[in-house]
């Protein structure tokens, strides 16, 4: 496998009227990964053609996008780009009626020493085309302008069982990341951590939450739909493209 080479990095693409970040792939060397930083809208054709260029330049093999809607997919497909991940998208509003919170599982607020924990959880909990590095997590935390981190624990001496990063934007709440240890996972941590993010996107004045998981993680989506989410059709997906990079 190649290693990273010189120049790749993360940077921001500023075409335009678009902004979009561009950064090695977390888990697999010669993969950038293209995020879109204002989401909802399609970006130009010659936006898009410029980030390739860029990738290119880096010597990056191959491109992907984060998980983009159909419309904002268009110009990707146009310019070349496969789909290669479908994910399922889900919502519910952030007051309708919650499940009771599973008294056994404690949570707390995630602190700086608790990220080599959460990094370990994300990599046991998540195939590795999905899991987090270190930049990866710090992007999620930036992801919106107000978050929180939280962890949780079947006890207070017990091992980190799982963390959520949930979101907010405007009356919009997000579920931006849920792990679970698999050797915790049916103990409640997972609800204990989707109600605590959306307590706290309601308390705020969110009103509706929104999550998206691959649409062959069945556990998560049995999870999120026991507790109220309903799919919102036809969901999103992960865009592919080999570059000429030499």
């Known amino acids: 496998m190649l290693g990273r080479r010189s120049g790749q990095k993360s940077v921001?693409?500023?075409?335009?009227?678009?902004?979009?970040?561009?950064?090695?792939?977390?888990?697999?060397?010669?993969?950038?990964?293209?995020?879109?930083?204002?989401?909802?809208?399609?970006?130009?054709?010659?936006?898009?053609?410029?980030?390739?260029e860029s990738a290119t330049a880096q010597g990056y093999?191959?491109?992907?996008?984060?998980?983009?809607?159909?419309?904002?997919?268009?110009?990707?497909l146009r310019a070349g780009f496969q789909p290669i991940?479908?994910?399922?998208?889900?919502?519910?509003?952030?007051?309708?009626?919650?499940?009771?919170?599973?008294?056994a599982v404690a949570l707390r607020r995630a602190r700086r020493r608790d990220r080599p924990s959460v990094l370990a959880v994300d990599h046991a909990a998540f195939e590795p085309f999905w899991q987090l590095d270190p930049i990866g997590l710090q992007e999620a935390l930036r992801a919106t302008p107000f978050r929180r981190f939280r962890v949780a624990r079947q006890n207070s001496d017990s091992a980190l069982a799982g963390y959520a990063i949930s979101g907010r934007s405007g009356p919009s709440g997000y579920l931006q990341r849920l792990a679970i240890s698999p050797s915790q996972q049916g103990q409640g941590a997972g609800t204990a951590l989707?109600?605590?993010?959306?307590?706290?996107?309601?308390?705020?004045?969110?009103t509706q939450a929104w999550v998206n998981t691959p649409q062959h993680n069945t556990g998560a989506l049995r999870l999120y739909e026991r507790l109220g989410f309903e799919p919102i059709p036809p969901g999103l997906?992960?865009?592919?493209?080999?570059?000429?990079?030499?």
Do not use: K
């Open 194 to 206: 989707v109600i605590d993010g959306l307590m706290w996107m309601a308390r705020w004045g969110a």
């Open 85 to 103: 991940q479908q994910l399922a998208l889900l919502s519910r509003p952030t007051q309708s009626e919650l499940l009771g919170r599973n008294g």
């Open 61 to 76: 093999l191959r491109i992907r996008t984060s998980a983009l809607s159909y419309i904002e997919a268009e110009p990707f």
């Open 237 to 246: 997906q992960v865009l592919e493209l080999e570059t000429s990079a030499p």
């Open 12 to 52: 921001t693409l500023r075409l335009g009227n678009h902004r979009l970040r561009l950064r090695p792939w977390a888990s697999e060397t010669g993969t950038g990964l293209l995020i879109l930083l204002s989401s909802g809208s399609a970006v130009s054709d010659a936006a898009v053609a410029a980030s390739i």
